[in-house]
């Protein structure tokens, strides 16, 4: 499986910004998908996951409320929809496939078979 992110970029605080996953090489339909990040000089962090019929959603208690993860089975494409923006949002974020299960989300990066390239975003103040 390759994923290809996209949609970063430069935003002010309280600003928006949607990004898109791609999966190629192989449907992703039945699995887990989800999104992490990665800030300059902190560990890899877990932002949000779904299940595989987008039913179920779980998310970092730091993006509860401004962060909507979804997912199009039929576009292989999973999307983070990220409102209200902070400085501290600033990180890689990666988009993730567990490829073991298609309901159990885990907030471990261990448990993620595939990841993204990350997309770059940045919240200026």
Known sequence: VQLQASGGGLV????SLRLSCAASGRTVQNYVMGWFRQAPGKEREFVAAITWNGRATEYADAVK???TISRDNDKN???????SLEPDDTAIYYCVVDDDTNWRMSTASAR???WGQGTQVTVSS
């Not at 002010?12 to 600003?15: E, F, I, K, P, T």
């Not at 494409?77 to 409102?83: A, D, I, P, R």
């Open 12 to 15: 002010q605080a309280g600003g």
């Open 65 to 67: 409320g401004r962060f």
């Open 77 to 83: 494409t999973v999307y983070l929809q990220m409102n």
């Open 112 to 114: 993620y078979d595939y």
